[in-house]
């Protein structure tokens, strides 16, 4: 049991500005600890009733794509709000034609009613224009996520719970990657698979760990923006989940 005054202190480093990640490791406490103090909102009675607001009306049912999309959201997305119509953009690379079907579905079984394909340099940008998609990712805000805190609301961290690989499928699609891990010990060539997870932000970094976590998948940091799930075991759970990108 800790001590009210170290929550009461974990609470207004964050509140001044540093991450979830920055208080942990400054008071040497885990980050699922800290991570419930510092989230003051409630978790709703009901799913239905968080979404209120982005439907306006009741009983709207919540789509299974949410937590796979707040994932694509979280690694390469950005929601502009300064335009009349509240605009979400994915960058999808042009290597991953599947990834890109999968992000207009997603945006489809959401809210969105059109999606739009904008072919950029080496990437397609799946946007939709959409009045209450600021609703749906409050994690949205001016400059670089990793230069910013990234906490998701209550509803959201109760859903991610009840979906954690759908959320690690949309991390890893974004920002991650499964590829074949080449080592040679005693002078004999080994193969095997892992899952490699890249980002900046310290914030959505815990966000991956504590989903892994969830479905005890076993993973390490390797640098310190770098994340890795290579245990056999770890990456056939994870395959269930997430499986490579097509």
Not at 106 to 119: D, E
Not at 158 to 183: A, Y
Request: hydrophobic content about 40%.
């Amino acid at each position: 049991m800790h001590p009210p005054d170290l929550q009461t202190k974990a609470r207004a480093m964050h509140q001044a500005g540093a991450t979830v990640a920055e208080v942990a490791r400054r008071l040497g406490l885990p980050y699922a600890t800290v991570r419930q103090w510092c989230r003051s909102q409630a978790v709703p009675k009901t799913l239905v009733s968080a979404f209120r607001c982005f439907r306006c009306r009741a009983g709207v049912e919540i789509p299974t794509a949410y937590a796979y999309l707040l994932g694509l959201y979280l690694g390469d997305g950005h929601l502009a709000t300064s335009v009349r119509v509240p605009v979400l953009r994915i960058a999808c690379s042009n290597a991953w034609p599947g990834l890109i079907e999968a992000c207009e579905t997603a945006m489809l079984q959401v809210l969105a009613s059109r999606v739009q394909r904008v072919p950029q340099p080496g990437c397609v940008r799946v946007q939709s224009y959409g009045t209450h998609w600021p609703c749906l990712l409050p994690q949205h805000g001016p400059g670089k996520k990793h230069e910013r805190m990234i906490a998701l609301d209550g509803w959201q961290e109760h859903l991610v719970t009840l979906m954690p690989g759908d959320f690690l499928r949309g991390l890893f699609h974004s920002d991650g990657c499964r590829v074949s891990n080449r080592v040679t010990v005693r002078g004999r060539r080994y193969a095997y698979p892992r899952y490699m997870f890249v980002n900046e932000s310290a914030d959505i970094m815990g966000l991956c760990q504590w989903a892994l976590d969830l479905l005890g998948i076993a993973w390490r940091m390797n640098r310190r923006n770098s994340l890795s799930v290579a245990r056999r075991e770890a990456v056939a759970a994870l395959d269930r989940h997430v499986g490579p990108k097509s």
